[in-house]
């Protein structure tokens, strides 16, 4: 049985800015936080590389879509499987919502719904909101490097006309 998910971040700049960041950068902001998922359980991290897939953003609401799905790589049935999209979406004038949106399916079949029930899904929701914390950061970082790039040129004015 899929289980929903629907998690939140926000990014202190405006939509349009980070949307035409993550045009630009998206391979630097959203795949790395994909190649490998983590989790912390009891003080110990695990962590587990996966086949991941961006699929084209898309324009939509003011803001963006990025299809994303991913499986484990190696013994792909014992561990879970998403299907998801990264929304950016624009809250106010200067704040950019990252919502990640979507399903997983426990691997298992009956054996691992019931594992989800008892412990799974908050394994899961943690390794999916490392995921988004993790790309909300490096959004933000990429953002902060654009404006302080765009701060070191001087604007220049096109000459008078005579």
């Excluded at 953003?57 to 484990?72: E, M, S, Y």
């Amino acid at each position: 049985m899929r289980q929903a998910i629907d998690m939140r971040e926000r990014v202190s700049e405006p939509c349009w800015q980070a949307c035409a960041v993550l045009d630009v950068e998206a391979d630097t902001i959203v795949r790395p936080a994909m190649n490998e998922m983590r989790v912390g359980i009891g003080g110990t991290e695990m962590t587990r590389k996966v086949q991941a897939e961006v699929g084209p953003r898309v324009r939509a609401d003011h803001g963006i879509r990025v299809p994303l799905r991913w499986h484990a790589e190696e013994h792909p049935q014992w561990f879970p499987e998403l299907d998801a999209e990264l929304r950016l979406v624009p809250v106010g004038e200067a704040t950019t919502e990252l919502r990640l949106v979507g399903t997983y399916e426990p691997p298992l079949g009956a054996l691992g719904a019931l594992g989800d029930r008892v412990a799974g899904h908050r394994v899961a929701e943690t390794a999916l909101r490392e995921f988004l914390v993790g790309v909300a950061q490096r959004l933000a970082d990429a953002l902060n490097k654009h404006t302080q790039a765009a701060r070191g040129y001087p604007v220049e004015m096109p000459p008078a006309r005579s």
